[in-house]
């Protein structure tokens, strides 16, 4: 009896330092969320821009909005999707409602910036972050699932 | 920016939220979508186009009096040839590029789009033809500018997108009174040298500058549109100095949904104004003649029911056909004179059509439709009263693809004259016409 004991402690013990390993991403806004996705835009093809928004839906619809936690990183010709104007723009306003959240680039802002001679006006739900691709790394290594439509 | 979540949103107020949403996004009426591109959402080159194979066939009735009797009445053969009361054609292949050049200023739109198919624009003008040139600049808000040669704002069946028309061929009052022909005679004398087009259809376009724009008030979608044109179709210049005018208006209810099948009741009104240069009467001398039209209607579509009607009127330089409803260029029987095309520049016309269609299966949609046509009111030996009653059917193989089967009853009389006259004896021989088409967008 005593010898199975000290077996489980010691199993107990081994694996321990092993889940402390494994960081399970947490987000304020989805205190609930099962699953983390990070979804990424950085084509200039405006089918790609319906189809990350339609995947950022679907997520919600199969989970439901308070079990998923989604954010949109928007980089090099992707960042379109987060300008003011986009046509896109009522969806982005429903997604947000949701809590989806959408990150886009500054490096990008900037190299627009400098192509049109003035800095473009960001959706409002838009979050500047200061390279698109390594917010995508963070929250990766946060255990976020990247999903490239 | 804080990033805020509203955690009690349910998945029924997201998906309500989304619809509402996609309706407003797009912005869907003529006007906006040929030739305006989606805010940051255009690509910089999309290309595109659409191929229309067809077969459409008579009886080939000939004509029973007059000049020409025993001869192929024009109106039995099939166009643009008229060579055959029964045939296989491409109607219209058409290619096109479109989208924004500089895909990060969504402000400046282009519309490119040629024609390859066997139709009044290449039958009289260039095997393969630019139908479509334009250039948007959306700098202002409400006072968008396109120039270029493109569709001008008028009549709901020209100016609608023709790879969504529900039809094979065009109502009478559109095709005689609205598909502009252009000529350098009235064609009033008799002759060995037929008058006939000398150059592509109108097209239901012109070459020009249009100011445009719609606005939105909740469900309600206005439009407006002022266009200055050379009057002179496509792909030539300005032949006598005088523009055409032109003036569009529209109120649209929208219901949902979004492009060229929308779902929406609209209400519109439009008016032109221009004059052309042609050779008329019996001295032949040059003159230049108002040509006025205008008209109102409404369209009406909302789940299974698509709903249309259009009333037209026209002043001036009036389409007359061919003398003795001959195929033009025919010598008459006695060897004297060859038929020609006739316009009647000081007539009048006017029309109308109503249209119904039905979805009785998400792949299978029935159609009816009548139009009327009254030709030279104002002469009792030319007036000409055309009826039509179209029945049709559309397959869809899917959203892109579909199969158009047309049945055409056809009707023609001279009102004015006694019913044993040669021109109500010919008009007794119009046939009735039934067409097939597949239409492939890609």
């Known amino acids: 009896m005593i010898h199975r004991l000290l077996s489980s ?90 809590g989806v959240r959408f990150s886009g680039c500054m490096n990008t802002l900037r190299n627009f910036t400098r192509q049109l001679g003035h800095e473009p006006a960001l959706n409002p739900h838009a979050v500047k972050v200061s390279a698109g691709v390594v917010r995508i790394i963070e929250l990766v290594k946060q255990g976020y699932i990247l999903i490239k439509p | 920016m804080r990033r805020s979540t509203r955690r009690d949103v349910t998945g029924v107020l997201l998906g309500a939220g989304l619809l509402a949403a996609g309706g407003a996004a797009q912005a869907a009426n003529w006007l906006m979508l040929q030739g305006t591109e989606p805010p940051d959402a255009g690509a910089r080159a999309r290309v595109w186009g659409f191929i229309q194979p067809e077969f459409q066939s008579t009886d080939g009735s000939k004509l029973p009096a007059g000049p020409w009797k025993g001869q192929k009445a024009v109106f039995n ?45 290449t039958k009289f003008g260039d095997a393969v033809s630019l139908t479509d040139a334009s250039i948007t600049l959306n700098h202002i808000k409400y006072a968008r500018l396109r120039v270029g040669q493109f569709k001008y704002p008028g009549s709901e069946e020209g100016l609608q997108a023709i790879h969504v028309f529900d039809y094979i061929n065009f109502t009478n009052v559109t095709n005689f009174l609205m598909l502009e022909r252009f000529f350098d005679s009235d064609g009033s004398v008799p002759g060995m ?28 979608e206005h439009s407006y549109a002022f ?53 008329a009467g019996p001295d032949q001398e040059k003159q230049d003649f108002d040509r006025t039209r205008w008209g109102f209607g409404s369209t009406f579509r909302k789940d299974k029911w698509r709903a249309g009607a259009e009333v037209i009127f026209a002043d001036g330089m009036i389409f007359n056909g061919t003398d003795g409803a001959a195929v033009p260029g025919s010598l008459n029987n006695k060897g004297t004179a060859v038929a020609s095309w006739n316009v009647l520049p000081e007539d009048k016309a006017w029309g109308f059509y109503v249209d119904l269609g039905y979805r009785v299966h998400p792949k299978v949609e029935l159609d ?75």
């Open chain 1, 9 to 98: 402690l010691l199993v107990l013990v081994l694996t321990l330092p092993l889940s402390a390993g494994a960081e399970t991403p947490q987000s304020e806004d989805k205190p609930f969320a099962e699953v983390h996705v990070v979804l990424q835009i950085s084509d200039r093809d405006p089918f790609k821009q319906t189809l990350v928004l339609n995947v950022a839906n679907n997520l919600l619809k199969a989970y439901g909005p308070d079990k998923v936690d989604i954010e949109v990183v928007a980089f090099g010709p992707g960042l379109r999707l987060l300008l003011a104007d986009n046509a896109n723009k009522g969806r982005i306003e429903a997604l947000a409602g949701s």
């Open chain 2, 77 to 121: 053969q099939i166009g643009p040839d008229l060579e055959s009361s029964s045939q296989f054609n491409i109607r219209r292949a058409r290619l096109g590029v479109r989208g924004t050049a500089f895909p990060l200023d969504n402000r400046v739109n282009y519309f490119f789009l040629v024609e390859a198919g066997r139709n009044g624009i």
């Open chain 2, 227 to 279: 266009m200055i044109g050379n009057g002179n179709g496509i792909n030539r210049g300005n032949d006598n100095g005088k523009y055409n005018y032109y003036v569009y208006l529209s109120s649209e209810k929208v219901f949902g949904g979004k492009g060229p099948r929308r779902q929406g009741w609209k209400l519109y009104g439009w008016f032109q104004t221009g004059q052309r240069t042609l050779r």
């Open chain 2, 193 to 220: 040298d037929p008058n006939k087009p000398n150059g592509s259809v109108g097209a239901f376009r012109d070459l020009g500058i249009q100011l445009f724009d719609t606005l939105h008030v909740g469900d309600w």
């Open chain 2, 368 to 442: 009816i439709r009548y139009d009327y046509l009254d030709r030279a009111t104002e002469t009792d030996a030319n007036e000409r009263v055309f009826q039509t009653v179209t029945f049709g059917a559309q397959y869809f193989f899917n959203k892109k693809v579909r199969m158009l089967v047309n049945y055409e009853l056809r009707m023609a009389d001279a009102p004015q004259l006694d019913g044993s006259s040669v021109p109500n004896r010919i008009l007794d021989e119009m046939d009735n016409r039934l067409s097939a088409q597949v239409l492939a967008v890609f």
